[in-house]
């Protein structure tokens, strides 16, 4: 989210005018300027935090691919004192997954300054660029920012960037150059980030598990699992396959990724009062769910098991043990609702 992003790509296709290499911005300076942000205004970094996600066009055009090349591009931002230093990572990469380019940045309330400053760097394929900006205003939900980079030995652009927040889960930057030095210099462009979604990140098959799957012994188990808000959780409600949908669920599971522990954390419940807690992880190779489990029963004494589940040919397969080597192998067949399977 800097004039590094500007001077290599394009997204969305909403470029604005260019501006000429050495020129001047035109804007008349304010003659009662406004003071500004104060370290209060640290709170207003908090939609940033986060991992987030992009894909566009580069600027850069060859005679293979004149309209230039596809990327995609990931950052991740965290605090490193909440509330006061933030840290900013970056990649982006084509489309074969090679890095292009990568940087870091650090924005924080700058004692001397008195202000707001993010200070960065990074490599654009195999030139070296550094920067700072200064946030000049954080009033009505946006986040405006003046700057200046410098890259190589000769290249330098002054500019003006503008966060926005349409909603939690997207970030649209305008970024505009104010006067460049030298032959090339980056475009006026708008690039979108979308937040990503660590859960599906951790399970990218758990689509395919959304759905109810009704079993071919009516005396089994019906599962009927969906999307927790956001698609951040799985829920999985389990109740008898004789009239499912009129009784209540004999157990309910829910699965969800934890970033503070970078784990997909898992919680059971029974009807007659045992309960379950414990941890998941992927199968390598496999599109599985291997849940180790540790809770109580309905007579209070401790239990242990192991839950694995997956889907194969049309069918959630469910295995699973308590304290024992035995397995349980349920196989049901996969009816899936009209709907996106979310709540």
Do not use: K
């Amino acid at each position: 989210m800097n004039a590094a992003m500007g001077w290599q790509m394009a997204s969305d296709g909403a470029v604005l005018d260019p501006v000429v290499a050495g020129t001047e911005s035109t804007e008349q300076a304010d003659p009662t300027p406004r003071a500004l942000p104060g370290p209060e205004a640290m709170d207003a970094l908090a939609p940033l935090v986060g991992e987030w996600q992009m894909a566009g066009t580069t600027h850069r055009t060859t005679d293979d691919e004149p309209t230039g090349s596809a990327f995609t591009a990931t950052q991740t931002a965290r605090w490193e004192v909440p509330g006061r230093v933030l840290r900013v990572d970056w990649t982006v990469m084509d489309g074969e997954g090679a890095t292009l380019g990568d940087g870091r940045s650090r924005i924080t309330y700058d004692e001397f300054a008195s202000a707001i400053v993010n200070t960065y760097a990074g490599r654009d394929l195999d030139t070296t660029f550094s920067g700072s900006a200064t946030l000049i205003d954080a009033g009505g939900g946006a986040l405006e920012w003046r700057g200046h980079e410098t890259r190589g030995m000769a290249a330098s652009v002054n500019f003006e960037v503008t966060y926005l927040f349409p909603d939690a889960s997207t970030c649209v930057v305008d970024f505009i150059p104010t006067c460049v030095d030298g032959e090339l210099g980056p475009r006026p462009s708008r690039f979108t980030w979308e937040r990503r979604n660590p859960f599906l990140s951790q399970v990218p098959f758990a689509e395919r598990l959304v759905g109810v799957w009704p079993s071919e012994d009516d005396s089994a188990i019906t599962s009927r699992i969906r999307f927790g808000p956001g698609r951040r959780s799985l829920l999985v409600e389990s109740s008898s396959s004789i009239a499912a949908d009129a009784t209540p669920a004999t157990m309910v599971e829910i699965l969800w990724f934890d970033p503070s522990s970078e784990r997909i954390h898992y919680r059971g419940h029974q009807a007659d009062g045992a309960w379950m807690r414990g941890t998941a992880v992927i199968e390598p190779n496999e599109d599985a769910l291997a849940i180790r489990w540790r809770g109580v029963d309905r007579f209070g004494e401790s239990i242990s098991g192991n839950v694995r589940i997956l889907v194969s040919e049309a069918r959630l397969i469910r295995e699973a043990d308590v304290e024992t080597d035995e397995s349980d192998v349920t196989e049901t067949v996969a009816s899936f609702d009209d709907g996106d399977g979310g709540p």
